[in-house]
């Protein structure tokens, strides 16, 4: 399957003054295939030096005792038997496993740039293992991250846009033109995308399923493939938490972020993991959530917005699935009302919600929301050119009562409505409505300031 991080790996190839890149990702997103069985082969020719440092013990504890690059390079091509030069990818993979090569990152930069270097793992773990080795590490456990070292690249699940790239690419080609062009598509191709966003709803982005989907086109059998990996992503829950009471509750959060959102205040509430709780008792688990990217948190905006988007209350945000297959199959919601027209309109709009946070994310596009008195609110608010624009995500058509009550407290400029209503300008209104297929292209417009 074709994946959009390709092109930034293409990029960072022909970059004259690369530096050893390190590619984050939550597990089982793709990294390996992708750059062992994608990149390497095609972009290298297959000529690649790939280490697990999990399971290659040996590479492992030599790698432990140094962090010169000549030395690794040597013992590498020894136990490899093959001439590694400056055309040879070197991949480590899992490098929590092996601290030290971390640090010997910033030694390939300043000392053997000239080897293409790429570098995976947990950020977590290896942010937990600094941790448990910050105080008292004897000298050969401890390691430096090499802080403007590296090139750093992040691989989430399968965006709307990658999976139409794999499924519908003629789609996708005509999406983008009629973007280009601030046109609406003929109201037959907004059905045909809107019906590819239902199906990418409940399978999501998680690339072993969406391969199986695409193969086969049984969505019963991908949707077992993405309650494997719910259940896989809840046992390796245990390999990054600090304690069994952490392990505990991240997995009570993960599990209880569709029905957090399902409520009519969507803020996260201690009381729903325990009685009595408070949040700064699940700043711990929730901050591993997010390290290890499998949950996305959003922050609460006051009510008047006098600077650039910050956070300014760490007691009031939402969290959100990285995957909104994953986010489907928590719901328990029948897949008949994802493929049936007539119970599409059944979905709950929270759907749409961490679809469109996942894709803003993608997109590099941080996440925050605006609440207003009763039941204003506006879903998400970006930051663009200098603009604060804020976003209501709609299933259907929908009011603009949230759109007027947080024009009466902030400025009043261009407006987004993300729902299943075709392309539009208003003008008068000052607002642009979004099909919700179209959030990526959105997204992309925020990121590089061109909406106008």
């Known amino acids: 399957m074709e994946r959009l991080a390709m092109r ?86 899992e490098i929590q496993e092996c601290p030290a090569i971390i640090t010997a990152l910033k030694y390939f930069c300043q000392d053997a740039r ?32 090499p802080v403007g070292k590296i090139n750093e690249l992040t691989l989430f699940p399968m965006t709307f846009e990658e999976f139409l790239l794999n499924r519908n690419p003629s789609l996708l080609e005509m999406l983008r033109e009629k973007w280009k062009d601030r046109q609406p598509p003929d109201p037959a191709y907004h059905e045909l995308a809107m019906k590819q966003l239902y199906d990418y709803l409940l399978i999501g982005g998680m690339p072993e399923a969406v391969d199986l989907f695409l193969e086969t086109g049984d969505y019963r059998a991908a949707r077992a493939v993405i309650g ?5 992503y809840l046992d390796d829950m245990e390999l ?27 803020n996260f509430r201690s009381s729903m993991i325990e009685e009595k709780a408070k949040t700064r008792d699940m700043r711990t688990p929730i901050d591993w959530l997010t390290t290890a990217q499998v949950v996305h948190q959003s922050w609460q905006l006051p009510e008047h917005i006098t600077a650039l988007l910050i956070q300014e209350d760490d007691s009031s945000f939402r969290l959100y699935l990285h995957d909104i297959g994953m986010f489907s199959y928590e719901s328990g919601e029948n897949a008949s009302s994802f493929l049936l027209k007539d119970q599409q309109n059944t ?19 941080p996440l925050f929301y605006w609440k207003g008195k009763s039941s204003a609110e506006m879903e998400f608010v970006a930051e663009s050119g200098g603009q604060i624009i ?63």
Not at 228 to 232: C, G, P, Q, R, V
């Open 228 to 232: 494997e990996l719910y259940n896989n």
């Open 240 to 266: 990054y938490q600090a304690s069994p009471e952490s392990v505990m509750r991240s997995r009570a959060i993960f599990c209880c972020i569709y029905g957090e959102l399902n409520k009519e205040n969507k």
């Open 114 to 145: 000239e080897y293409p270097v790429i570098a995976t793992g947990s950020m977590v773990r290896i942010r937990l293992w600094r941790l448990n080795h910050k105080r008292g590490a004897r000298q050969q456990e401890s390691y430096l991250f």
């Open 390 to 452: 804020p976003i209501d995500v709609k299933r259907g058509r929908g009011t603009l009562n949230s759109l007027v009550k947080f024009r009466n407290h902030n400025r009043n400029g261009l407006a987004v409505k993300l729902s299943a209503n075709r392309y539009g300008y208003s003008e008068e209104q000052q607002l642009l409505t979004v099909p919700l297929y179209a959030c990526f292209l959105l997204a992309e417009d925020l990121r590089n300031g061109r909406l106008q």
């Open 8 to 93: 930034e790996l293409v990029r960072w190839k022909d970059n004259p003054r690369r530096k050893p890149l390190m590619v984050w990702g939550a597990r089982q997103v793709g990294k390996t295939y992708l750059l062992r069985d994608q990149f390497a082969q095609t972009h290298y020719l297959g000529q690649y030096v790939y280490v697990d440092f999990r399971l290659e013990q040996r590479i492992r504890d030599y790698c432990m005792g140094t962090v010169n690059p000549k030395d690794i390079i040597r013992f590498l091509s020894v136990e490899k038997n093959i001439e590694i030069t400056s055309d040879t990818l070197l991949l480590f993979d």
């Open 347 to 365: 979905l709950s709009g929270i759907f749409f919600e961490n679809y469109a946070a996942n894709e803003l994310i993608a997109k590099g596009i």
